[in-house]
């Protein structure tokens, strides 16, 4: 950890959202960003981000529902500007590093473009 520094001064995906390292944007507003995977698993796949620095859905509280819910209705528009209508995708949060998280800012996987199965590995 870096004792001192606010908690998000390195994170990466914070450091995406300040622009200090290029994305690949798909979707962007005031408090959302969304921007493709740099080791896509699938021949889709865009990471989706609230700008505000969430360690994961667990730190996530009630004030944040707002946010979170145009999280949610983001995905939908997304799929729609990528894959048209009536197209299917999977969406993935991985929270904690025993379920897979390996950047600690709140993200959801949106995967497209192949057949997926279940349950994931
Ligand atoms: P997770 O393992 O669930 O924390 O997901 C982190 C994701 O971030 C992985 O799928 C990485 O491929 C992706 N990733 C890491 N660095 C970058 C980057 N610079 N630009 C885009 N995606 C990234
Ligand atoms: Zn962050």
């Not at 990466?12 to 921007?35: H, T």
């Not at 995977?37 to 529902?65: W, Y």
């Amino acid at each position: 950890m870096n004792k001192g520094l606010p908690k998000n001064k390195n994170c990466l995906f914070c450091r995406i959202v300040r622009g200090e390292i290029p994305s690949q944007k798909v979707l962007e507003n005031k408090e959302l960003l969304a921007f493709k995977d740099i080791n896509p698993q699938a021949p889709i796949h865009v990471i989706i981000i609230p700008k505000k620095h969430l360690d994961s859905l667990s730190g996530a509280e009630e004030k944040e529902i707002a946010l979170l819910g145009r999280i949610q209705l983001a995905i939908p528009e997304i799929a729609e500007k990528l894959l048209g209508k009536n197209s299917d995708y999977r969406v993935v949060t991985n929270c904690g590093e025993e379920a897979g998280q390996s950047v600690f800012h709140l993200h959801y996987h949106f995967l497209a473009g192949r057949r997926f199965t279940w349950p994931p590995g």
